[in-house]
Nanobody, 126 residues
Framework: QVQLVESGGGLVQAGGSLRLSCAASGRTFSSYATGWFRQAPRKEREFVAAISGSGGRIGYADSVKGRFTISRDNTKNTLFLQMNSLKPEDTAAYYC???????????????????WGRGTQVTVSS
């Protein structure tokens, strides 16, 4: 198993930046494919970005492509999400997720993930 704890959320003006972190504990972090999801009030949870266990494969939602960067440091058991050029529509609770890694794949849907953090709130003001 792996335990996940997000941090780095906050209030920022439109056009600003935030960097989210997700600290993992438990089994070897590189054994897990990981991702970021977000959920705004009264909306479904949506995919943001994903990265394979080795970090060699990455995928993004179209809505964040070119603005957000996902990365991981397996030596520090940490997942990151660098968010630039933030927009009010990026306002949501952001969750990191993990699942066992097979064939260095990435995963785009929430049911594919087994482990979740409790989330960190990001609020972007206009």
């Amino acid at each position: 198993q792996v335990q996940l704890v997000e941090s780095g959320g906050g209030l920022v003006q439109a056009g600003g930046s935030l960097r989210l972190s997700c600290a993992a504990s438990g089994r070897t972090f590189s054994s897990y494919a990981t991702g970021w999801f977000r959920q705004a009030p009264r909306k479904e949870r949506e995919f943001v970005a994903a990265i394979s266990g080795s970090g060699g494969r990455i995928g993004y939602a179209d809505s964040v492509k070119g603005r957000f960067t996902i990365s991981r440091d397996n030596t520090k058991n940490t997942l990151f999400l660098q968010m630039n050029s933030l927009k009010p529509e990026d306002t949501a609770a952001y969750y990191c997720a993990a699942r066992e890694n097979y064939y260095n794949s990435i995963y785009y849907s929430s049911p594919e993930y087994s482990y979740w953090g409790r989330g960190t709130q990001v609020t972007v003001s206009s």
